[in-house]
């Protein structure tokens, strides 16, 4: 029968293999999920992007078109001043 300190030395070290194994299962699980991430977080940026492009279009567009209103109820008063 074997000794059991003969047995521990192998022991740790299949311990340790098995360790290294799951730090490094572990790293690549990161990186993935950091990839992930990164691609979420670009679709959000893109999409925040377009919020604000949208938004400031539609000040512009609303801004002009009541300039052109002011216009009008100016060139109406005029008219009305008139008679």
């Known amino acids: 029968m074997t000794d059991p300190a003969d ?5 740790l070290r299949e311990m340790r293999a098995e360790n290294l194994e799951q730090h490094e299962q572990t790293r690549a699980l990161v990186r993935a999920l950091d990839k992930r991430l ?5 679709a959000q940026k893109s999409y ?7 938004t ?6 609303t801004g002009e078109f009541e300039e052109r209103i002011e216009a009008l109820e100016n060139k109406v008063r005029e008219l009305e001043g008139h008679k």
């Open 7 to 11: 047995m521990i030395v192998p022991l």
């Open 38 to 42: 990164g691609g979420v977080e670009d």
């Open 48 to 54: 925040r992007q377009a919020l604000t492009a949208d």
């Open 56 to 61: 400031l279009l539609s000040k512009l567009v």
